[in-house]
């Protein structure tokens, strides 16, 4: 019995990607199954993104776009475009071809294995030296602060089953970095190696300043673990001062010991410091408290095509 295949990609800033994109997932598709759609989410690029989806929808009636009202993120536009799938199987796919599509047919293999969810690692990546150290950097900070393994080599391009897209769309958390809500939703999932391509054209648009917020939205949806620790600094730096203080006063009365300004100085500088590291903690959860209570929808959808 045929099934059908629905791919979403979230499309940002790749106007010259959009037609390469839909050439290759559409042949792929149509060696596996006679029914599957393309699901193109804009997100707001500010290029010419929308109109060679527009295109692309007009000459396929199994290619359909969703423009976002704003660019409100890549798994936001994930989101919405998983919400708006209808197949029995849901694969997603970054559109810079850096996952490349012949690997729909691995996939499905291995999903036909009784697995759920089937992530993709990554051989060979073909990131710059510098974003591979920042990965990797990420990758010790997520298990200092979050007490899990961050798996670096883990791409974005994931097959799940529709239960398994019916219950992450039900998810309505603010931070959606899907592959870990994906883990979090559980299921029995399994991992196919891909070979990771060069972006097919232009560049990331992942900048340092995205790629840190990301690092903190990760660190901070998926544990306490930041709040737990600056209680333990806290604790730590006190039973110090304390003995500390206990010596200076013990030197005092043995050794005629005065201490200096400077150790004082020190001392309040730090503590100061701490408390302020502490504070800004809360507050980033706070924040998400407040942002999470607002109720406002994750996204909103401006335009549709073929849907």
């Known amino acids: 019995m045929s099934r059908k295949i629905s791919v979403v990609s979230p499309v940002y800033k790749a106007g010259k990607i959009v037609d390469e994109l839909v050439k290759r997932v559409s042949d792929e598709l149509s060696k596996i199954t006679e029914e599957y759609e393309i699901i193109l989410v804009e997100d707001c690029g500010g290029d010419n993104s929308w109109n060679k989806i527009e295109e692309n929808c ?6 359909k776009g969703i423009g976002l009202s704003r660019n409100f993120g890549q798994h936001y536009a994930i989101t919405a475009g998983l919400k708006a799938a209808t197949g029995d199987i849901v694969i997603i796919i970054d559109c810079d071809l850096q996952d490349d599509p012949s690997y729909f047919k691995d996939l499905l293999k291995v999903f036909d294995e009784g ?9 060979g990546r073909k990131h710059s030296f510098f974003k591979k150290i920042t990965a990797k950097i990420y990758n010790s900070l997520f298990r200092l602060f979050a007490d899990k393994n961050f798996d670096l080599e883990v791409g974005s391009m ?22 870990q809500l994906l883990k979090w939703i559980g299921f ?9 391509k060069k ?22 949806s998926h544990s306490d673990k930041l709040l737990r620790l600056s209680i333990y600094s806290g604790l730590l730096i006190s039973i110090v001062t304390l003995l500390i203080g206990i010596y200076i006063v ?6 005629s010991f005065q201490a200096g300004w400077p150790s004082l100085i020190v001392a309040v500088l730090f503590s100061t410091g701490l408390i302020l590291m502490s504070i800004g903690i809360t507050g980033i959860y706070i924040g998400k408290i407040f942002e999470q209570t607002k109720g406002r929808p994750l996204y909103i959808i401006d335009k549709k095509i073929n849907l």
Request: no cysteine; net charge positive; aromatic share 14%.
């Open 58 to 63: 007009t000459k396929n009636p199994n290619v």
């Open 115 to 123: 697995n759920e969810v089937v992530f993709t690692k990554r051989k």
């Open 158 to 179: 994931t097959m799940i089953s529709s239960r398994v897209k019916d219950e992450f769309v039900k998810l309505k958390d603010q931070d959606r970095l899907y592959i």
């Open 188 to 196: 029995k999932s399994a991992y196919v190696h891909v070979e990771h």
């Open 199 to 220: 972006r097919y054209e232009g560049k990331s648009s992942y900048t340092l300043s995205k790629l840190f917020f990301t690092a903190i939205q990760g660190w901070t």
């Open 250 to 255: 013990i030197s005092y009365f043995m050794k």
